[in-house]
């Protein structure tokens, strides 16, 4: 009799075992399972973006906000403010079906620094200027070695007092310096720590990170189930 309890709890211990791998196993494989998912495809990181005093686009009152975090000194953010921004702000923006914002990521050291404070300085001094400054600068990024320095408070001095003559230059270059711009830079900062952006650009739509920012058709799929 004692020999059969003994094998009894023996059997007993080995089932549990078993299950208790098998659903290990499954958790496993659901976990690496749902990882997959959201590296592969666009990921819903749970909060979207505050763009409270972010240069804006679009119908303000539009529940959907797309942005995009983006860097001057950047050669992809060139090419998606080239190949990707026109078709999105003809088919969403300038419809008033969704409101765009634009995040200064400082992925390139001073040079960005200097790029996204005069950008914060302009909208600041001249709103109705900031999106024509905008795509100023990165008209004026070189097509090739962008790593070279070419971002110089020079070529800010040239392409402010060329376009926008109501400028004042000594004024602009005050308020670059301010506080309040310091401010506004670090505003950016956060949010890119928050949602842990990585590269640029980085394109959000509401709370729904973008695996693909050239994928345009992504882009249009995560804005349609946001309108749904």
Known sequence: MKQEAQHSR????????????????????????DNSETIEGNANIGTAPNVTGQPTLGNENSEITIVEFGDYKCPSCKAWGEQIWPRLKKDYVDTDKVKFSFVNTLFHGEESLL???????????????FWEFHELLF????????????????KISDLVSQSFPEIDLAKLQLKINSTEIRNEIEK????????????????????ILIDNPFDYQSIVEAIEQERN
């Open 139 to 154: 008209e004026a990024q070189p097509a090739s070695d962008h790593d070279a320095l070419w971002l110089t408070e020079e």
């Open 188 to 207: 950016d900062n956060q949010l890119v720590t928050q949602h842990n952006i990585k590269q640029t650009p980085s394109i959000m739509v509401n709370q």
């Open 10 to 33: 023996k059997l007993v211990i080995a089932t549990l075992l078993i299950v208790l791998l098998l659903v290990t196993g499954f958790f496993i494989y659901s976990y690496s399972r």
């Open 115 to 129: 790029g996204s404070s005069t950008g914060e300085a302009i909208l600041q001094m001249e709103p109705k200027a």
